[in-house]
């Protein structure tokens, strides 16, 4: 899947991975939607599409580790 979205980065295209968090109807709609087999499980879904490239993009503060790691002697 990152080779998938790593692939999509160099092509220009932006991409947001999905979590597959759902129940049974709302499957089985997809299912019969895109014609995938009961034997197939879903494991994510790949939004893909173009981007403003002036939009930022957002990104997790980092900090130092010995900030949050404590040693025990």
């Not at 692939?7 to 109807?25: D, F, H, I, R």
């Not at 895109?34 to 490239?53: Q, R, T």
Request: proline share 3%; net charge neutral.
């Amino acid at each position: 899947m990152m080779s998938l979205l790593l692939g999509l980065t160099q092509m220009e295209l932006g991409s947001c991975l999905l979590n597959t968090a759902m129940g049974v109807e709302k499957e089985q709609k997809i299912r019969s939607i895109v014609d995938i087999p009961e034997n197939e499980v879903f494991i994510a879904f790949v939004a893909v599409g173009n981007f403003d490239k002036n939009v930022l993009v957002p990104r997790s503060k980092r900090v130092e580790a010995d900030s949050i790691l404590k040693r025990h002697a």
